[in-house]
């Protein structure tokens, strides 16, 4: 099945899924290119993503653009989604309960996608893949788990709290195609016996 079937699939049940919780919100599946290398995973829509039902689309995602652009990359090349697919009302954390229903649906995409990196953007996203990492001490460090190559960076949310996060934000960014290159290197790598 191609990956674009795949995702409608996906997406199809998770719409029937009544067990859901969250569902007085619009679901915000997810967007972006299928054959991408970075899929980036967020925490869970805001308003003006429950609004346009798509992921990065208000403040964050505007810093998102403009730091994609700056390591020479555009929207249409990644892969955009969150855990949490429904918006939490009033903006709040998604609750524990939350991150775990909708959890088995992240799964699914990412498998289907199949990216070579994976960006998770804040605490929530990361601890998915890496339930004892520190945000202020791992972001910007590559990591393997499940079988996928994780690489936490600040939420773009936080990034623009302090000047200091937002630094290390850019910085984490700019070093995201030698990580990608890193990647690559140690998928390729020959098998050896030693
Ligand atoms: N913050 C997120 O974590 N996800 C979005 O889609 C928007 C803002």
Redesign the pocket.
């Known amino acids: 099945m191609e990956k674009r079937d795949a995702l409608q699939k996906l997406e199809r049940e998770l719409i029937n899924d009544m067990s859901l919780p969250l569902r007085e919100a619009n679901l915000?599946f997810g967007e972006g290119n299928t054959n991408c290398k970075i899929l980036f995973i967020?925490?869970?829509?805001?308003q003006k993503?429950d609004e346009l039902r798509r992921?990065?689309v208000?403040r964050?995602?505007q810093l998102l653009n403009k730091m994609l652009e700056e390591i020479g990359l555009k929207r249409e090349d990644v892969y955009i989604t969150?855990i949490v697919k429904r918006r939490p009302p009033g903006n709040r954390d998604p609750l524990p309960h939350e991150i775990e229903a909708y959890k088995p649906y992240l799964t699914r995409q990412i498998e289907i996608i199949k990216p070579t990196i994976v960006v998770t953007?804040?605490r929530f996203s990361m601890n998915y893949f890496l339930p004892e990492a520190k945000i202020s001490r791992d972001q910007g460090r590559l990591f393997r788990a499940n079988g996928f190559f994780i690489y936490p960076i600040y939420?773009p949310?936080a990034a623009m709290r302090g000047n200091s996060m937002m630094a290390e934000f850019r910085e984490s960014f700019e070093k995201l195609p030698k990580a990608i290159a890193r990647c690559e290197g140690l998928l390729h790598k020959p098998a050896t016996n030693d």
């Open positions: 915000v967020g925490e869970a829509p805001g993503e992921p990065f208000g964050s995602g969150n953007l804040g939420h949310a």
